[in-house]
């Protein structure tokens, strides 16, 4: 979400600019309907795929097919219609239903015939099924002989005659099925078996169910929207404030509907939804989320319904999407409108619609002098492609280019937008999701589906090759497939709202790539593609057997992405852990089994931007049957006093904050209001020796030499039975003391390193790992590192009440039990050492003694602003108010409380919000080196198991982590069990010489944070072993990651 300064260039200033960009080539559009998303083609394809037929049955017919049964699943009802009248869909009344009989026996099948009344008066015998075998199946009937008959594998029931009326007047084509059950050769003949009057190769029922679905939505939005004049339903009000989901999803259930059915009260409903979007005024109102959505639609409607529609309406259509994209906006903020999505910060032509002059796609200077208008701040993140996007739809659904050409003055416009998308959205798309990953994991990054959705969009309405690429397309799905939780959840990393594993279809289809077996050239575009294997796997295997029977979202993804591909089982990829590059995501398992699965997920990104990115570098959470240690808070909505003071913020992660509480957290923009923000330490993004910009461009965030680069991942390796992981997230800090000199440095000052230690044999054995994190932190001020819980953690000392919410730890204090659900860890603090170390205990709720004072957006009179209300017993999300002073900023609660406006993204009991967090640090005086920073160093050991289940208290380690004698503190050697020691290197460089005294013991010996690919000299002589960096004469070379196996 984005919201920009209120200024805009005036169109003399912009004609005035010397500097010009030109746009790409906007290749020819099809001159067919419908072209924006589908074609005639692919709706064919889908009625085919789906069993959608309308029209009436013949008096006398045969109703034939193959059908492969599974035995009835848990989402599948008992003696479910295969074929026919379906109850869910209406009345049984005038047809007849061939469907499954007891279930408890074996699969069997029947046919019924229904009467006027709706019941069922002629019975066929029920039949055996062969399971995952072909079944033939026919059945038969002559309305005015008033005989019937089912045939099953050539075995026929006994013809049945009846002496009522019968007619098949209300007959449904209508398919449900089994999941899994394969139905082929589907054929409905007349009288005679040459009589063909539909038939299909291969019938799709959990397709079928789809489209019941939809119709069932259209017909409600329909009512909806003929009420809207006595009842202000939700459809109604949408058109106004919403945007895409609210507003265009009804109209393509209605369109799709009306082209499948064509029941004119479905078409009369969409001309009333058309005045209505019309109405709308100013055209301005909701801004560019709401205005994109509106002409969006409009250019759906007239597209798909373009032969439906006569001329005059199309082109009130086309006037009227024209006129909402040069509506200019002269209220509150004046940017957020279509313009400026598209042109940035200057006005449009007054001869074509297009901008005054080309925004500046590439290179652009932020800072110029005058100023340069250009949108490339918004290509990695922002809500200007979504606007882009729906304009885009609409002015390729109108353009007329054919022998009467029409609307041919908004080819300008495409060809900026066309611009947009080759050298900016998709182009940022592939460079920061190269491997697939996002920094936002994992709600908003399903948005790459939209990504490959857009895409989709042009090669379709595009004639010929569309010149657009998304190469990392391909890889979408894989950050979801290792993230996979035992419960159908994901991690809540970055602003997090509910995302089940059933909402990412559109993203495990859009993981597309070129087929190889492709080999005609003039095939269409879109066609050129396929799946990536694993990801339709993903897709039938783990979405779809979720997902409702009766949902909207699959029809509409098949007809998007056309799928050839045969149902395989999932097979997952070799390696366990996977890193994704630039985006900075690390996900770490122990086995494929999710119920049973340790996921450690980990982020440090190589760029720092603001959107649904957090400031959370070098964080990571942890799952084992249950969130065990969380990326807490509750994504309350964008930009709200918990979202900006606490939520997206360094504290509300497990990372390292700095006791820096006379830095404020300043950002001037329009959504902050020009105030200051909560104290809390952490990560920030722009300071006085570097201009970072909370919105970059491609060159700033992703390009070399950029002003928003930062370390990100420096090291990832599976070695089979241990992952490392290593993270620079220095450059994220960038505080400045009073001499505007950094407190932390900014090369070495925030290193972690993380080994994940599986079992032996971790592949078979799934017993749960040990987790070591190591931070090597350099700073002019005292650093706490974060872990954040669900529950209040078991330590193994006792607490003293500093303040309301705030716990000190006794000394010596360094075991803490976290119990959730199934799962259990206890996190084992070695460094500090104890004599040092100081553990302090946040957070907490519904405790009455513990009475934490409350910031939050509240309304004083007639206005909200945000305020400190009423102390209450909520102390979960305390940090230092601006005036230094611990204050917990609650979430925003739910549209229903008069007091706190809007819908809340996270439901209120959603796992992962945590309620604790642990404070480690150092009570020691540090010595400060000759640039003043102060080295610390922090270590947990994190034992994963089952939960014993006590009632409190610490866990019993079996084995725990002990530290062995050091030279140097660059040095930590920690020995894990009998058979491991793990060596970190905690220097400012990799090239430090590592001492450690392992004992007598003769194991084996890991040692991370080395010279990728460096050359070293082990020297064992003495009880200190000694691995040092030499020129030649290597005794061992460390990985291409920086790592050595001893011996």
Not at 397 to 417: F, N, R, S, W, Y
Not at 694 to 710: D, K, Q, V
Not at 883 to 910: C, I, L
């Amino acid at each position: 979400m984005r919201f920009f300064s209120p200024r805009r260039l005036g169109l003399a200033a912009a004609i005035g600019l010397l500097f010009s960009h030109s746009a790409m080539a906007l290749p020819p559009v099809t001159k067919a309907h419908p072209r924006v998303y589908a074609t005639q083609a692919d709706f064919d394809r889908v009625a085919l795929e789906a069993g959608i037929r309308a029209g009436a049955f013949p008096s006398a017919g045969t109703v034939s097919f193959d059908l492969i049964p599974v035995v009835k699943g848990p989402k599948d009802v008992a003696g479910a219609p295969i074929f026919g009248q379906d109850p869910d869909n209406g009345s049984s009344a005038n047809g007849f239903l061939i469907f499954y009989t007891s279930d408890d026996k074996g699969l069997y099948v029947a046919a019924n015939l229904y009467g006027a009344n709706g019941a069922s008066f002629v019975w066929l015998s029920e039949q055996p099924l062969i399971e995952g075998q072909r079944n033939r199946i026919s059945f038969t009937y002559d309305a005015n002989a008033r005989t019937a008959k089912l045939v099953v594998n050539g075995r026929e029931s006994s013809a049945r005659n009846w002496t009522d009326p019968w007619q098949p007047s209300a007959q449904q084509f209508s398919f449900r099925s089994h999941r899994g059950d394969v139905i082929e050769n589907f054929k409905l003949a007349g009288p005679t078996a040459t009589d063909v009057l539909w038939q299909s190769a291969r019938i799709d029922p959990e397709l079928h169910s789809s489209w019941r679905a939809i119709l069932g939505a259209a017909k409600t939005a329909a009512a909806q929207i003929n009420a809207c004049g006595t009842t202000a339903s939700d459809i109604c009000n949408d058109i106004r404030e919403k945007g895409r989901k609210e507003i265009m999803e009804p109209a393509r259930h209605l369109a799709m509907a009306y082209r499948y059915t064509g029941d004119l009260a479905l078409l009369a409903a969409i001309r009333e939804h058309i005045r209505l979007l019309k109405g709308v005024s100013p055209l301005t109102t909701g801004g560019e989320w709401s205005m994109g959505a509106r002409v969006g639609t409009l250019g759906l409607y007239y597209d798909w319904l373009y032969s439906y529609l006569d001329p005059i309406e199309r082109d009130a259509i086309a006037a009227h999407i024209k006129a909402t994209i040069r509506a200019d906006k002269l209220d509150g903020n004046p940017n957020l409108d279509l313009i400026y999505s598209a042109c940035g910060n200057q006005g449009l032509s007054a001869t074509v619609l297009d901008c005054a002059q080309k925004p500046v796609f590439q290179d652009w200077n932020r800072y110029a002098t005058p100023a340069l208008p250009s949108t490339s701040d918004t290509y990695i993140s922002g809500h200007a492609a979504t606007g882009v996007s729906l304009m885009a739809a609409a002015l390729l659904a109108i353009v007329e280019d054919g022998a009467q050409p029409k609307h041919t003055d908004v080819v300008p416009m495409l060809d900026t937008i066309y611009t947009h998308f080759k050298l900016g959205y998709l182009r940022a798309r592939d460079l920061y999701s190269v491997d697939g990953g996002n920094p936002s994991l994992f709600s908003y990054a399903s948005a790459a589906g939209e990504t490959s959705e857009r895409l989709v969009m042009w090669q379709r309405a595009l004639s010929g090759n569309s010149g657009l690429q998304l190469a990392s397309q391909q890889y979408y799905l894989y950050p979801y497939l290792y993230a996979l939780r035992a419960d159908g959840s994901f991690p809540a990393r970055g602003d997090s709202y509910t995302f089940p594993v059933e909402l990412a279809g559109a993203l495990a289809l859009g993981s597309r790539m070129l087929n190889p077996d492709n080999t005609d050239p003039n095939a269409p575009e879109d066609q050129k593609y396929i799946i990536d294997p694993v990801a339709y796997a993903f897709y039938t295997n783990k979405v779809q057997p979720v997902r409702a029977a009766r949902n909207t979202a699959t029809l509409w993804e098949r007809l998007i992405y056309p799928q050839k591909q045969p149902r395989t089982p999932l097979t997952m990829p070799t390696e366990l852990a996977r890193h994704f590059r630039t985006a900075g995501n690390v996900i770490v398992r122990n086995t494929w089994d999710n119920a049973t699965n340790t996921l450690l997920e980990f982020k440090s990104a190589s760029f720092i931007s603001e959107n649904h990115h957090h400031l959370d570098q070098n964080s990571f959470s942890l799952y084992y049957k249950a969130p065990l240690l969380v990326d807490s808070g509750q994504y309350d909505d964008y930009n709200t006093t918990h979202w900006r003071n606490y939520y997206q913020r360094t504290i509300a992660h497990n990372a390292i904050v700095l006791d820096d509480t006379n830095k404020d957290y300043y950002k001037q923009d329009y959504y902050y209001d020009n105030k200051y923000t909560s104290r809390d330490g952490g990560q920030w993004y722009a300071n006085k020796l570097v201009k970072r910009a909370t919105y970059p461009t491609i060159e700033e965030a992703l390009l070399p030499g950029g002003s928003n680069l930062l370390h990100g991942v420096t090291g990832f390796e599976d070695g089979g039975d241990y992952v490392y992981v290593a993270g620079n997230a220095s450059k994220a800090y960038p505080s400045l003391d009073s001499s505007d000199k950094y407190i932390v440095d900014q090369n070495a000052g925030m290193q972690r390193s993380i080994v994940y230690l599986r079992r032996p044999d971790s592949r078979l054995d799934v017993t749960p790992p040990l987790v070591l994190v190591f931070d090597s932190v350099r700073s002019k001020v005292k650093a706490t590192s974060l872990l954040h819980t669900v529950g209040q953690p078991a330590a193994d000392a006792g607490a003293t009440r500093l303040g309301a919410g705030r716990y000190q730890y006794g000394s010596g204090a360094g075991l803490f039990t976290v119990r959730n659900g199934g799962g259990m860890l206890t996190v084992q603090t070695l460094l500090p050492k104890s004599a040092t170390r100081s553990v302090g205990l946040v957070g907490g709720q519904g405790n009455p003694n513990d009475v934490c004072k409350q910031y939050k957006r509240t309304k004083v009179g007639n206005e909200y602003v945000d305020a400190f209300v009423a102390d209450a017993a909520d102390c979960r999300f305390l940090v230092r108010h601006s005036d230094n002073q611990w204050v917990n900023y609650p979430p925003r609660t739910n549209k229903d409380d008069p007091t706190d406006p809007g819908a809340v993204s996270m439901p209120a009991n959603a796992p992962d919000i945590g309620a604790w967090r642990l404070e480690i640090s150092d009570s020691a005086a540090l010595p400060a080196d000759a640039a003043g920073y102060k080295t610390q160093y922090f270590l947990n050991a994190l034992h994963v198991a089952d939960t014993d289940g006590a009632s409190g208290g610490v866990a019993t380690l079996a084995q725990p982590a002990a530290l062995l004698p050091v030279q140097s503190a660059d040095t930590t050697a920690v020995k894990v069990n009998s058979d491991l020691v793990v060596v970190f290197n905690g220097g400012a460089t990799t090239g430090t010489t590592l001492q450690w005294q392992p004992g007598s013991y003769s194991g084996k010996t890991l040692v991370v944070g080395l010279q990728k690919n460096g050359c070293y000299a082990l020297d064992k002589s003495a009880p200190m072993w000694q691995l040092k960096p030499v020129a030649a004469s290597c005794t061992h070379t460390a990985s291409a990651n920086g790592v050595v196996q001893l011996p």
